[in-house]
């Protein structure tokens, strides 16, 4: 057995040198699990036991950069690393504008102004460089947020002009490589998001701070953008791309662009419309999960929640995707929308809702703070800083995310097919549930909230009499004669189960390894024997 073991892990070693030296497909981001790490993630050396750190403030309201680096995030990858995470997507790397507006600074880097060079508030370009290597050492991937949509400036703008007000040329601008206006579309602000060219073609902002729409249609700006773009990903060894504003953008444009970027590409199309996103799922790997996002909070906000639509958006979107739900983004926070905990206080509902991207059947993504279970509002309060909390890997929160990533990985190792079989709703013969079948793995959901909950699956899951250990609270729970099981949780908590008889482990050591929180002890066990 030790042989056996040993030339598994010489077989991990050389796959993860593959890894690390060959562009990520999108097979192999469909195993990964993201880490949505925000600029106000960490502090470059300032947090090295010396408490600094959980003392520097950083007021969100503010709107303002607070010291976050790619520095810090270097010297924290091993605490996002443990939790199971084994990828990271940061925000846009490039230059913003400086200084304040009336909208505050551009420190989320969503404001571009040059995208030739890197935003020094958050380190240099070898400080990005050495993040991505830092990853690849850990056998992690590295995702970049890109903005191609629109640039920004601090020159005034006159619309009736349709130009910014330069001090020397009135058709030149301080954008960086777009340095005319004939880069961009003329000037004018969206007001009909139902009308598609609008949408494309006109500016989002306003007056006060313009966002200059970049013509996209125009053939020599997309050779600039598709070079740049190439350039990034080799400069950087990036392995993926987060999309930013996908809907503003014609399609055309980005099947070229992510063709020519070479690497996974995931993109933001921020519409509660199957029909309307499944467009996009043509022209990139993936997508944001959005259309589900906006059945998933108000589902579980309260008892009263439609959990009947939910179901209903992820069969649309299994059925109307290029790649079924199996190649979205899935989520339940992100910086551009209030924190689900902020929504709802109820710590029940919670945590059945923070369950979802892990058993869903796309890339589960997690926005940095929820593992902290910090509940800030809509932007900016959700930019907290992650610093203050300690980085505590201890909280309920963070014990959790690391069992349903280990769980997660377990599923993918018992069943070849785990990634690529459509999750399944299952009648619970009760109010207020969910029974999800993924095998090897049944969720049973709930949004009664924190009171009493009951499953009733007569699915044939399972052998007779089996035995079920929830990965999450580590309780046994035995099929019936007919393969299917009857639980009840009485605080309304979520349930992960699966069978670990039928991955070839004795249950007294499944259940031990999950009391101790060594589910690797599984992993190991499931490698051995598939």
Same mark, same amino acid.
């Given at each position: 057995?030790?042989?056996?073991?040993?030339? /598994?892990?010489?077989?991990?070693?050389?796959?993860?040198?593959?890894?690390?030296?060959?562009?990520?497909?999108?097979?192999?981001?469909?195993?990964?699990?993201?880490?949505?790490?925000?600029?106000?993630?960490?502090? +470059?050396?300032?947090?090295?036991?010396?408490?600094?750190?959980?003392?520097?403030?950083?007021?969100?309201?503010?709107?303002? /950069?607070?010291?976050?680096?790619?520095?810090?995030?270097?010297?924290?990858?091993?605490?996002?690393?443990?939790?199971?995470?084994?990828?990271?997507?940061?925000?846009?790397?490039?230059?913003?504008?400086?200084?304040?507006?009336?909208?505050?600074?551009?420190?989320?880097?969503?404001?571009?102004?040059?995208?030739?060079?890197?935003?020094?508030?958050?380190?240099?370009?070898?400080? $990005?460089?050495?993040?991505?290597?830092?990853?690849? &050492?850990?056998?992690?991937?590295?995702?970049?947020?890109? =903005?191609?949509?629109?640039?920004?400036?601090?020159?005034? $703008?006159?619309?009736?002009?349709?130009?910014? &007000?330069?001090?020397?040329?009135?058709?030149?601008?301080?954008?960086?490589?777009?340095?005319?206006?004939?880069?961009?579309?003329?000037?004018?602000? @969206?007001?009909?998001?139902?009308?598609?060219?609008?949408?494309?073609?006109?500016?989002?902002?306003?007056?006060?701070?313009?966002?200059?729409?970049?013509?996209?249609?125009?053939?020599?700006?997309?050779?600039?953008?598709?070079?740049?773009?190439?350039?990034?990903?080799? *400069?950087?060894?990036?392995?993926?791309?987060?999309?930013?504003?996908? %809907?503003?953008?014609?399609?055309?444009?980005?099947?070229?662009?992510?063709?020519?970027?070479?690497?996974?590409?995931?993109?933001?199309?921020?519409?509660?419309?199957?029909?309307?996103?499944?467009?996009?799922?043509?022209?990139?790997?993936?997508?944001?999960?959005?259309?589900?996002?906006?059945?998933?909070?108000?589902?579980?906000?309260?008892?009263?929640? *439609?959990?009947?639509?939910?179901?209903?958006? =992820?069969?649309?979107?299994?059925?109307?995707?290029?790649?079924?739900?199996?190649?979205?983004?899935?989520?339940?926070?992100?910086?551009?929308?209030?924190?689900?905990?902020?929504?709802?206080?109820?710590?029940?509902?919670?945590? *059945?809702?923070? =369950?979802?991207?892990?058993?869903?059947?796309? @890339?589960?993504?997690?926005?940095?703070?929820?593992?902290?279970?910090?509940?800030?509002?809509?932007?900016?309060?959700?930019?907290?800083?992650?610093?203050?909390?300690?980085?505590?890997?201890?909280?309920?929160?963070?014990?959790?995310?690391?069992?349903?990533?280990? +769980?997660? #990985? @377990?599923?993918?190792?018992?069943?070849?097919?785990?990634?690529?079989?459509?999750?399944?709703?299952?009648?619970?013969?009760?109010?207020?549930?969910? +029974?999800?079948? %993924?095998?090897?793995?049944?969720?049973?959901?709930?949004?009664?909230?924190?009171?009493?909950?009951?499953?009733?699956?007569?699915? #044939?899951?399972? #052998?007779?009499?089996?035995?079920?250990?929830?990965?999450?609270?580590?309780?046994?729970?035995? +099929?019936?004669?007919?393969?299917?099981?009857?639980? &009840?949780?009485?605080?309304?908590?979520?349930?992960?189960?699966?069978?670990?008889?039928?991955?070839? @482990?004795?249950?007294?050591?499944?259940? /031990?390894?999950?009391?101790?929180?060594?589910?690797?002890?599984?992993?190991?066990?499931?490698?051995? =024997?598939?």
């Amino acid at each position: 057995m030790s042989w056996r073991l040993f030339s /598994y892990s010489l077989i991990l070693t050389a796959l993860s040198i593959c890894l690390t030296s060959l562009a990520a497909s999108a097979d192999d981001w469909r195993t990964r699990s993201i880490y949505q790490d925000s600029p106000l993630f960490a502090l +470059a050396n300032a947090d090295k036991d010396n408490g600094i750190a959980p003392t520097v403030p950083c007021d969100t309201a503010a709107r303002d /950069y607070c010291g976050g680096s790619w520095r810090g995030v270097i010297d924290h990858l091993d605490y996002i690393k443990q939790m199971g995470f084994d990828a990271v997507w940061i925000s846009p790397v490039y230059s913003n504008i400086e200084g304040m507006t009336p909208y505050g600074a551009g420190y989320h880097g969503y404001w571009p102004q040059n995208i030739y060079s890197v935003n020094q508030h958050f380190g240099s370009a070898d400080d $990005l460089k050495n993040l991505s290597s830092a990853l690849h &050492e850990r056998d992690m991937f590295l995702m970049i947020d890109v =903005v191609v949509n629109h640039m920004l400036t601090t020159l005034p $703008l006159n619309v009736t002009a349709s130009s910014f &007000e330069a001090p020397q040329n009135g058709s030149a601008t301080d954008m960086t490589p777009f340095a005319n206006m004939a880069d961009f579309h003329p000037p004018c602000f @969206i007001e009909d998001y139902n009308n598609q060219t609008e949408v494309e073609r006109c500016w989002l902002g306003d007056a006060t701070l313009p966002y200059a729409d970049v013509d996209t249609e125009n053939m020599s700006v997309v050779g600039t953008l598709n070079s740049w773009i190439q350039d990034v990903v080799s *400069n950087f060894s990036v392995d993926g791309l987060r999309l930013s504003t996908v %809907k503003f953008v014609s399609p055309q444009f980005w099947q070229d662009f992510t063709r020519e970027a070479g690497v996974f590409t995931i993109g933001e199309v921020m519409s509660n419309d199957t029909n309307y996103t499944s467009d996009y799922t043509q022209v990139m790997n993936a997508v944001l999960d959005y259309p589900t996002w906006y059945a998933l909070v108000p589902a579980f906000q309260s008892p009263e929640g *439609n959990l009947s639509a939910l179901t209903t958006v =992820v069969t649309q979107s299994q059925q109307l995707y290029a790649s079924g739900a199996f190649m979205t983004g899935s989520f339940l926070d992100n910086h551009d929308q209030a924190r689900f905990k902020h929504l709802v206080p109820d710590a029940a509902l919670v945590a *059945n809702a923070a =369950v979802w991207p892990f058993i869903h059947d796309g @890339i589960p993504i997690i926005y940095n703070g929820q593992e902290q279970g910090l509940s800030g509002g809509y932007p900016p309060a959700n930019h907290e800083a992650i610093w203050t909390t300690r980085y505590n890997n201890e909280s309920a929160e963070y014990l959790a995310f690391k069992n349903l990533n280990r +769980a997660r #990985k @377990i599923a993918m190792a018992a069943n070849a097919y785990f990634l690529i079989t459509p999750m399944e709703f299952l009648e619970t013969n009760t109010n207020n549930t969910l +029974a999800i079948w %993924k095998p090897p793995m049944l969720t049973l959901l709930t949004n009664a909230g924190s009171t009493s909950a009951h499953w009733n699956v007569t699915h #044939k899951l399972f #052998k007779p009499r089996q035995h079920i250990v929830d990965v999450l609270t580590c309780d046994v729970h035995v +099929a019936d004669e007919r393969g299917g099981v009857t639980v &009840e949780s009485a605080a309304g908590l979520p349930k992960v189960g699966t069978c670990c008889l039928e991955l070839g @482990i004795d249950l007294s050591a499944c259940r /031990y390894s999950c009391q101790l929180q060594h589910w690797r002890i599984v992993l190991t066990y499931v490698l051995r =024997v598939t």
